[in-house]
């Protein structure tokens, strides 16, 4: 199956700097979904990104979807304490490959130091 | 916002029993899904359906798996003889249409002991 490798697993920053991370694969993707999930809760949706080389902002959030479709970054500006949690790149298939499911990559848990 | 609602927040139960985790997607959407993730692993797909069946599923999705959507606004997932690896986070999502992003609800722990 496909596969995406995120990194970096896990960060531990002061507040105010800012953050990159990155996911890649071996396969395109049709779509690139960022998401964020919180201990007790769900992934919640950052930032979807439709077209390659597409660049997209969410208030201090930044990703792109990568030229080759298969890759994508994400960008946290001016880190907070509540930024902390694990982030999450997802990706959709192209519809020839398969349906709608989802394919996660590893996390990045991202800690905040005030 | 519309959001993705799970019951139970946490479930446990004795192995080889069976549970049913329940989902109320979000109400104009069209496609839903289960998804899981073992503690400390990444999120993975079990099964989407559409129109009043599965449209695809993972080999995770064996014969003891099975969802129904039993009336307009539920979905459920049902695991009829529950194994201690089963232990997971089971999260439901839904989409407005095919290629939209997914919308998670909070989870239902499931603990088999």
């Known amino acids: 199956g496909q596969q995406l490798n995120q990194s970096p697993q896990s960060m531990f920053i002061q507040e105010g700097e800012d953050v990159s991370m990155n996911c890649t694969s071996s396969s395109i993707f049709n779509t690139w979904l960022w998401y964020k999930q919180e201990p007790g809760e769900g992934p919640v949706l950052l930032i979807a990104l439709y077209k390659a080389g597409e660049l997209t902002s969410n208030g201090r959030l930044t990703a792109q979807f990568g030229i080759t479709r298969k890759d994508s970054f994400l960008n946290i500006s001016a880190s907070i304490p509540s930024d902390v949690g694990i982030y999450f790149c997802?990706?959709?298939?192209?519809?020839?490959?398969?349906?709608?499911?989802?394919?996660f990559g590893g996390g990045t848990r991202l800690m905040v130091k005030p | 916002e519309p959001e993705v609602t799970q019951t139970p927040s946490h479930q446990v139960t004795q192995m080889g029993q069976e549970v049913i985790l329940r989902c109320v997607p979000i109400?104009?959407?069209?496609?839903f899904y289960w998804y899981r993730q073992i503690l400390g692993q990444k999120v993975e797909f079990l099964v989407s359906?559409?129109?009043?069946?599965?449209?695809?599923k993972s080999e995770i999705f064996d014969d003891q798996f099975s969802v129904e959507r039993p009336d307009g606004s539920n979905f459920t997932l049902k695991i009829r003889s529950t194994k201690l690896e089963d232990s997971a986070m089971y999260f439901c999502?839904?989409?407005?249409?095919?290629?939209?992003?997914?919308?998670f609800g909070n989870g239902t722990r499931l603990t088999v002991t």
């Open positions: 999502a839904s989409s407005e249409e095919w290629g939209s992003p997914l919308h």
């Open positions: 997802a990706g959709q298939p192209l519809p020839r490959d398969a349906g709608n499911m989802l394919t």
């Open positions: 109400s104009n959407h069209l496609y």
């Open positions: 359906f559409y129109n009043n069946e599965i449209s695809e």
